[in-house]
Nanobody, 124 residues
Framework: QVQLVESGGGLVQPGGSLRLSCTASGFSLDYYAIGWFRQAPGKEREGVLCISGDTHRNIYYVDSVKGRFTISRDDARETVYLHMNSLNADDTAVYYC????????????????WGQGTQVTVSS
């Protein structure tokens, strides 16, 4: 069964950090781009950033996370990590990882596989 499983969400204080994990099962992440999306209450889902399948370069779609969020990947563990620092209330959302072959996109419909989502809440 092909699936992505996210973990690592939770409640964090403003200025804090979290690391989300996205682990693949049933397929290999080799040559897959992994995008992270988020959906805040009352808002549409947005692409946040992505790591490409070929160059493993981080591509940002939201300016406000530049310098605070990064993606790394461990293909041997079939896992991608979203490192989030200096979190603020605007980062509160359900975060999803998604996979598509090779190239990044901020269009969710282009992704073949999705995780179930993990809640991130930034609050004091």
């Amino acid at each position: 069964q092909v699936q992505l499983v996210e973990s690592g969400g939770g409640l964090v204080q403003p200025g804090g950090s979290l690391r989300l994990s996205c682990t693949a099962s049933g397929f290999s992440l080799d040559y897959y781009a992994i995008g992270w999306f988020r959906q805040a209450p009352g808002k549409e889902r947005e692409g946040v950033l992505c790591i490409s399948g070929d160059t493993h370069r981080n591509i940002y779609y939201v300016d406000s996370v530049k310098g605070r969020f990064t993606i790394s990947r461990d293909d041997a563990r079939e896992t991608v990590y979203l490192h989030m620092n200096s979190l603020n209330a605007d980062d509160t959302a359900v975060y999803y990882c998604a996979a598509r072959r090779n190239f990044c996109s901020d269009v969710g419909e282009y992704y073949a596989h999705w995780g179930q989502g993990t809640q991130v809440t930034v609050s004091s």
